[in-house]
């Protein structure tokens, strides 16, 4: 399911724990790192269920419309395409899904905000969802249309729901861009939305514990890399998450002969621009392209294949 970049980050996250806390047990750090990949299946499972709670109230809002005492004829006859498009009924009808959604449903029905009226009633005032109902083409293009941009748009920006996933896992908020993309390329691709694991298979697991281990293992020799190549700065000096990127970035490529150069460089530049300082990005690409450059040079970076270093 995760993109190597998400499981970078994943990693980092770990490694930022493991380091800062100076705990000895590596194997008690793995498990509680392979723990925060699970997490981010269940975060998938919960904006799912959020969904689908909203299309269970809207299913609500519309019955009781109808016992209304003086009814309209809105009210009588309501639009239900929110409840009824082909997206919601294809979910709806996968029993394994729906089974693992029914199991997470109660971090949106057990707490005191009342998130789903509040979020229902956002999303039912808005042009976006007013206009959708009155739509006459009821192409599913449409219904995919409408469903991405109502969860990008107003659902997963709202704050409350924030809160919501920072109570469950200090994680979350980060991880939400990434599972957020995951979900919307099921939807445009008709895929299900199910998944078995946040693994792609077992060389995405393999990478993120070789890349743990590694950095570990080798901190103290990477750190005195860092001194070396970073001219004029004391190590105290340098922002932690930056050190921590270029240990990471060290150990793919001195350790991992099958990963291109060029990838873990254009990565960890990347992840920098967004989890560190506003000079990081250049910082970070500086340091690394003088210690390609001089470790290609000295012979010290080995790659099996051609053209990855």
Do not use: C
């Amino acid at each position: 399911m995760l993109s190597r970049r998400h499981i970078r980050v994943k990693v980092m996250q770990s490694l930022y724990s493991y380091l800062s806390t100076k705990v000895n047990e590596m194997s008690v750090a793995e498990r509680a790192m392979l723990k925060h990949f699970d997490e981010v299946v269940e975060l998938k499972l919960v904006i799912i269920s959020l969904w689908i709670q909203l299309v269970k109230h809207a299913d609500n809002f519309y019955e009781e419309g109808k016992k209304k005492h003086l009814p309209t004829a809105l009210d009588l006859n309501p639009n239900t395409r929110f409840v009824d498009n082909d997206i919601i009924t294809s979910v709806r009808s996968n029993l394994d899904l729906m089974d693992k959604v029914a199991r997470v449903s109660g971090t949106w029905i057990k707490n005191d905000h009342d998130i789903v009226h509040k979020l229902f009633k956002e999303l039912y005032q808005s042009d976006l969802y007013q206009k959708y109902i009155a739509n006459e083409n009821k192409d599913v293009e449409v219904d995919k249309k409408f469903i991405i941009n109502a969860l990008n748009d107003y659902i997963l920006k709202n704050e409350l729901v924030h809160h919501i996933f920072e109570e469950r896992s200090i994680y979350w908020v980060d991880d939400l861009p990434f599972i957020a993309a995951i979900i919307f390329g099921d939807i445009k691709e008709d895929k299900s939305m199910d998944t078995k694991g946040a693994f792609k298979d077992s060389s995405d697991k393999e990478f993120a514990l070789k890349l743990f281990r590694n950095t570990i293992n080798n901190n103290e020799d990477y750190e005195q890399i860092i001194i070396k190549f970073a001219r004029n700065w004391e190590i105290d000096r340098i922002a932690k998450m930056d050190q921590l990127f270029l240990k990471m970035a060290f150990a793919e490529i001195l350790s991992m002969p099958e990963l291109p150069v060029k990838v873990s460089m254009n990565e960890y530049i990347e992840i920098a621009k967004y989890y560190s300082t506003a000079k990081s990005k250049l910082f970070v690409n500086g340091l690394l392209d003088n210690f390609v450059k001089t470790y290609t040079r000295e012979g010290k970076i080995k790659k099996t294949g051609r053209g990855l270093v």
